[in-house]
């Protein structure tokens, strides 16, 4: 199972930026969705998670300027970034609970990262 992200890139402060991540592979079943963080120097951190039923919770820092969303018929999940600022420069991962197989447990899978940089 591969995650592969897209959207990434140089923003000025105040600007909006789409994060795209599509899973693929030998997928049964996806149950939570997210995007995480991590700054120069610091720790990654969980920026939004949403589930298979599309219940959502943001970190404090993003709230009211980013929004999660996923197209279970593509196994794609959405991050729309607006009101950007400096530190929101990062690098972005995606991560996906991905069931292989009825029955089967789930694996918690990572994308390569995509890098966001918010400066004027």
């Known amino acids: 199972v591969h995650l592969v992200e897209s959207g990434g890139g140089l923003v000025q402060p105040g600007g909006s930026l789409r994060l795209s991540c599509a899973a693929s592979?030998?997928?049964?079943?996806?149950?939570?969705m997210s995007w995480y963080r991590q700054a120069p120097g610091k720790e990654r951190e969980l920026v939004t998670i949403?589930?298979?039923?599309?219940?959502?919770n943001y970190a404090d820092s993003v709230k009211g300027r980013f929004t999660i969303s996923r197209d279970s018929a593509k196994d794609t999940v959405y991050l729309q970034m607006n009101s950007l600022n400096p530190e929101d420069t990062a690098v972005y991962y995606c991560?996906?609970?991905?069931?292989?197989?009825?029955?089967?447990?789930?694996?918690?899978?990572w994308g390569q990262g995509t890098l966001v940089t918010v400066s004027s």
């Open positions: 592979g030998s997928i049964f079943s996806i149950n939570n």
């Open positions: 991560s996906a609970d991905v069931q292989t197989k009825p029955y089967g447990g789930y694996l918690k899978v």
């Open positions: 949403i589930t298979s039923i599309g219940s959502t």
